[in-house]
């Protein structure tokens, strides 16, 4: 009987990982000052989420995703920058320093995030459900810059590839249909 139990325990214990069944806007996160958030403040909004570094071939991407940002902010779109240091470290710095560099570099305005982990066990919950096994672009990250849209219901829109610019046409035109 006691083996029973345990088993039965087992399924009692409440989890904190994150499904993709569950909700984008309570997974918990750190701004770039470390301070607890959530997506909540960006609910019904257009989401463009990126995996970020300051050392990376696609840094320069930076100037497009704030160009795309400054152009449609002001019909609901977001870009959040998460920086991730998991690919060959080419995001080393400090919050501090991730901070300095995006806006001495680049002038970005648009919302960055934590230095977090997008692969392996080390995964964040928001990244297990972005590209987890229950998300419809799940899969690995391959690099750095990474996009994921989002609708403004909280749903994956299309997931695009490092090598994909964030001011071309295909992004563009799936940013431009999200906020229809």
């Known amino acids: 009987m006691k083996p029973f139990a345990l088993i039965a325990a087992l399924f009692l214990i409440p989890t904190t990982s994150i499904r993709a069944s569950d909700s984008l806007y309570d997974i918990p996160l750190k701004d770039i000052n470390g301070k607890e958030t959530t997506l909540k403040p960006y609910q019904g909004k257009v989401l463009l989420i990126v995996n970020v570094a300051s050392k990376c071939g696609f840094t320069s991407q930076y100037s497009g995703l704030e160009s795309i940002y400054e152009k449609y902010k002001n019909q609901g779109l977001v870009v959040l920058g998460f920086p991730c240091n998991q690919f060959l470290g080419q995001e080393p710095g400090t919050s501090a320093e ?3 560099f995006c806006t001495s570099k680049y002038n970005v305005t648009f919302p960055i995030l934590e230095k977090i982990e997008v692969n392996g066990s080390g995964r964040h919950p928001l990244y297990e459900w972005l590209a987890g096994k229950d998300s ?4 690995l990250i391959k690099w750095n810059f990474t996009k994921f849209l989002i609708s403004r219901e909280g749903k994956i829109l299309d997931r695009f590839a490092p090598i994909t610019t964030p001011d071309s046409d ?7 249909a999200a906020l229809r």
């Open 136 to 139: 419809p672009q799940g899969g």
């Open 170 to 176: 295909p992004v563009i035109k799936a940013i431009e």
């Open 98 to 100: 991730i901070q300095q």
